[in-house]
């Protein structure tokens, strides 16, 4: 079973901005820490930023200061803003939980970022 769903990847022109969404059970969201991860074709899977339950987050050096994740605990939702994209983040992005018991993980949105 999908244990977590993301949305809101497309196409969009370099220089946009589009906002991922991911939303799983409330079990597992309010005991977790929340990731995105991306993958471009033929490369490894890649950390693009982590907030932690306190709200602690973090990010890759290749979106700082253009990326922002955030948590909504009412609605069980994780999202990633992200701004100025460039050619380069083009991916497929997955939403990642990282539960006290185990770890969950989305099927992925896929990012496509023109010139």
């Known amino acids: 079973q999908v244990q977590l769903v993301e949305s809101g990847g497309g196409l969009v022109q370099g220089g946009g901005s589009l906002r991922l969404s991911c939303t799983t059970s409330?079990?597992?969201?309010?005991?977790?820490?929340m990731k995105w991860y991306r993958q471009a074709p033929g490369k490894q899977r890649e950390l693009v930023a982590s907030i932690t339950n306190g709200g602690r987050t973090d990010y890759g050096d290749s979106v700082q200061a253009r990326f922002s994740i955030s948590r909504d605990n009412a609605k069980n939702t994780v999202y990633l803003q992200m701004n100025s994209l460039k050619p380069e983040d083009t991916a497929v992005y997955y939403c990642n939980a990282i539960a006290p018991w185990r770890e969950y993980w989305g099927q992925g949105t896929q990012v496509t970022v023109s010139s």
């Open positions: 409330g079990i597992i969201f309010k005991t977790s820490a």
